[in-house]
């Protein structure tokens, strides 16, 4: 493909830190929101959760975009395999810290890349361990204060300042935590022949 051949590049988004990942591989794209009920299904493995909300969200972009590519992602946050969602509110977040902090949770960031020409989607679950430091209850207080990460899943923003509750990392991609794995995706490009460093 060339420059005037490449199918567009939609990421159906409105999170500001999956588009600002995004921008790194410096690539034209353009951001769209998806409409979709992010509920969980009753008795959904959390993986599952991801993965078909990821892909809900690419399909419902590719229904207004034909001919582009799109790409969907979601994230679940587990501990001892129960969904921790978007807390929404002080309270609920404080709650969230409370149970996790000292313990090991992990986020499931799900990512589809559909090609609306063929109706071709790659689909894959990067799963990041993520351990959290044994804080007290006023330091916890203070960072929600100080951050507000209330649209967050598991009510940390490890972009930002929520780094700090953490005291360990793992993953095979440095990207997923913060919600866009960037080594998936552009293996997942390269398999739908999108080029890179112009060539």
Same mark, same amino acid.
């Given at each position: ?16 830190? !999956?588009?600002?990942?995004?921008? @790194?591989?410096? =690539?034209? #794209? ?5 409409? =979709?009920?992010? /509920? ?14 990821? *892909?809900?969200?690419?399909?419902? $972009?590719?229904? *207004? ?11 679940? &946050? ?19 810290? @409370? ?7 992990? #986020?499931?960031?799900?990512? &589809?890349?559909?090609?609306? *020409? ?29 951050? /507000?990460?209330?649209? &967050? ?9 929520? $780094? ?13 935590? $913060? ?6 995706? /552009? ?5 739908? !022949?999108?080029? #890179?460093?112009?060539?």
């Amino acid at each position: 493909m060339t420059p005037d051949t490449l199918p567009p590049l939609i990421l159906g988004s409105s999170s500001p830190y !999956r588009r600002e990942l995004l921008a @790194r591989l410096r =690539i034209p #794209f353009q951001t769209a929101t998806p409409d =979709i009920d992010e /509920t969980p299904m009753p008795g959904e493995a959390p993986e599952a959760t991801a993965l078909r909300l990821s *892909r809900l969200k690419a399909e419902a $972009i590719a229904a *207004r975009h034909p001919g582009a590519l799109v790409i969907g992602s979601d994230q679940v &946050c587990t501990l001892d395999g129960q969904q921790i969602g978007k807390p929404g509110s002080h309270d609920k977040a404080l709650a969230q810290l @409370r149970l996790m902090r000292g313990r090991s949770v992990t #986020f499931h960031s799900a990512l &589809c890349l559909l090609d609306s *020409r063929t109706g071709v989607a790659q689909l894959a679950d990067v799963q990041t361990h993520a351990t959290f430091r044994d804080l007290s209850d006023a330091e916890l207080d203070a960072y929600l204060r100080i951050e /507000t990460p209330y649209d &967050c899943a598991g009510s940390a923003k490890a972009e930002g300042l929520g $780094i700090a509750l953490l005291s360990r990392v793992e993953s095979d991609d440095p990207t997923a935590l $913060i919600g866009l794995p960037l080594i998936a995706l /552009t293996g997942m490009l390269r398999q739908a !022949r999108y080029p #890179f460093f112009g060539v």
